[in-house]
């Protein structure tokens, strides 16, 4: 009896002692809650996580990885039982729910609300009983370089916060168009945890520009087409609607992201999340994503808050949803796993037209007081609310087939370095091996004139498959498909994907002619050539009977020759990574 007697007084006492910490971490405020036009500085930002975690024993902050600014990334575990990767969460049956922040640090807001989110999850006894099952984990500022580039006007249409952040990181690069070329040590970071995680959720905070309407909080969603279909149906027909109904009941209604044509009367359309984009580089996991979208000309108090929501309505779906999205998750896995045929590179169905309910205000024209000229601005006098288009069904317009195996040679390490942050699985020849491959020969490709974000991005590539023998050495790496990350490994592999390696520059040394000829020197192997190959001759003379400039040069008849004969090189214009089914 006595022991029974102490066990209740030591349970009494642990529940005052928990309650007390409740109270204690409940008291924190941060810096928004006492002035609700300032967002933190980063170091504020990392001192009150700090002191967080040093109050609550669900609360792990680690420091993950390094960033350009010289800080480390950070990510914040809240679960409640001991958790250090997805691994462990999926073993122990748990959703995992990963929050980014400050990729835009001048679009703060959901910096402030996670702090108020996480606070809250370990003081709320509502909040904290929907961690059951859940692991969430936070990433406080990943731009930490932004944050720290702190000023009040490089968001010249944005009403407050007082001083924000700046949207180029520490090297001055949009981390939002960072996530496969990793030009940033963010995104190599990013990349890292993300795996390790392996989400089921992704949410990614922002702050809009454009139009001018009613709501507060816009939402860009994965584009359901480039899902798997059990995910893209999971989506469309249950994740959705019931965050939207969430919002609403909570008095911060939502509607898509105003990508408007011209104006939203106009009609809106679903925007294509390319992997280079967060919402996009989730896709290629099989994670669902969002990328709540605040309006830039709403209080900042009132964008904070409807963040705050928006991550809560997401937490209390996972609550009650957890299996059907498992079910989900691991159908798309499989179909990644196991599709043959694979979609790259999408297109707006124009003629595939919804409409939806918009609450907007009446866009006109007046004159403007600088040039004189007609200005657009919408009148906030008169409201509206009325149906609108809503084009949001893309169609693949370019697909591949998926080889067994792609083989890359060592010399290419920044993108085995990128395929391992993706826990891509990667073997390497232990031999140096012949072997009969097939070749993309890159025909045509356009390239910018000026330069985004860091690179000459190629677009619009034509290939020509070609079958050939190449020599592997030691070291070599193949990847084998029928990988959960697929998707991954065939966007960033296949040239012709608007989000590849080859896209994004890291095999332009193909592209340049090492080898040349002097023509008086060729000339008498041009026509040793020729007598020894009649059917180069023959092509020759039918190239020069239907191309009169031909006809009349001679450099060109040698080039000719010289591009179809043994001592052209083969390796100019041919894309390095091969396709092998053994």
């Not at 408007?260 to 099989?286: K, V, W």
């Not at 498992?326 to 045929?341: D, G, L, M, Q």
Request: proline fraction near 5%.
């Amino acid at each position: 009896m006595k022991k029974f007697f102490l066990l209740v007084s030591l349970a009494s006492l642990f529940l005052q002692a928990q309650a007390q910490t409740n109270k204690d971490i409940s008291a924190m405020k941060t810096p928004f809650e006492k002035n609700d036009n300032y967002t933190p500085t980063y170091h504020e930002i990392i001192d009150y996580y700090k002191a967080l975690a040093s109050t609550s024993a669900i609360i792990t902050m680690n420091e993950f990885g390094m960033t350009d600014s010289g800080f480390p990334l950070h990510e914040i575990i809240i679960s409640s039982e001991p958790c250090i990767d997805g691994v462990e969460a999926k073993k122990n049956n748990k959703t995992v729910y990963f929050i980014n922040n400050g990729i835009h640090p001048g679009e703060p807001c959901g910096i402030d609300a996670s702090m108020l989110f996480v606070r809250d999850l370990v003081s709320s006894n509502r909040l904290s009983d929907l961690l059951k099952d859940v692991v969430i984990v936070v990433v406080p500022v990943y731009n930490i370089g932004g944050c720290l580039n702190r000023t009040s006007t490089s968001r010249a249409n944005q009403l407050g916060p007082e001083a924000y952040g700046f949207r180029g990181n520490a090297k001055n690069l949009d981390l939002n168009r960072d996530f496969i070329k990793c030009d940033s040590e963010n995104a190599l970071s990013f990349n890292q945890l993300f795996s390790k995680w392996d989400p089921d959720i992704f949410v990614d905070t922002h702050t809009s520009n454009g139009a001018d309407y009613q709501y507060t909080m816009t939402l860009i969603p994965t584009q359901k087409d480039k899902l798997e279909k059990p995910l893209s149906d999971y989506l469309t027909e249950q994740l959705l609607p019931d965050l939207y109904k969430k919002m609403d009941t909570k008095g911060y209604e939502m509607t898509p992201y105003v990508y408007a044509r011209e104006t939203p009367d106009d009609g809106i359309m679903g925007f294509l999340d390319l992997p280079r984009y967060s919402s996009g580089y989730a896709a290629l996991h099989n994670t669902l994503s969002f990328m709540p979208e605040t309006h830039m000309l709403k209080p900042y108090k009132d964008r904070v808050i409807s963040t705050y929501l928006f991550l809560e309505s997401v937490l209390e779906h996972l609550f009650t949803n957890k299996e059907a999205l498992h079910s989900a998750r691991e159908k798309s896995k499989e179909n990644t796993r196991n599709i043959r045929t694979v979609g790259i590179n999408w297109e707006l169905e124009r003629d595939v037209i919804d409409t939806l309910k918009f609450k907007g205000y009446e866009a006109k024209y007046k004159p403007s007081e600088v040039s004189g000229l007609d200005r657009l601005y919408y009148d906030r006098n008169e409201p509206f609310e009325k149906e609108i288009k809503h084009f949001n069904t893309y169609k693949v317009f370019k697909e591949v087939q998926k080889p067994k195996a792609y083989i890359i040679p060592q010399a290419y390490r920044k993108v085995i370095q990128r395929l391992e942050a993706n826990n891509v699985k990667i073997d390497r020849f232990e031999n140096d091996s012949i072997l009969t491959v097939t070749a993309y020969i890159i025909k045509d490709f356009e390239t910018t004139n000026s330069p985004y974000e860091g690179h000459y991005l190629h677009s619009n590539t034509v290939v020509e498959e070609k079958e050939i023998q190449i020599k592997v050495f030691a070291g070599d790496h193949i990847v084998y498909t029928g990988q959960d990350m697929d998707q991954y490994i065939v966007h960033t592999l296949e040239p012709q994907s608007p989000d590849s390696y080859f896209a994004w520059n890291f095999m332009d040394g193909i592209l340049m002619q090492k080898e040349h000829f002097s023509p008086y020197v060729f000339e008498d192997t041009a026509a040793k050539l020729l007598k020894e190959n009649p059917d180069l001759k023959k092509s020759l003379e039918e190239k020069k009977q239907n191309d009169s400039d031909f006809a009349q040069n001679g450099y060109l008849q040698l080039l000719f020759i010289y591009q179809n004969s043994p001592y052209y090189e083969g390796t100019h214009m041919r894309y390095p990574i091969f396709k092998y089914s053994e």
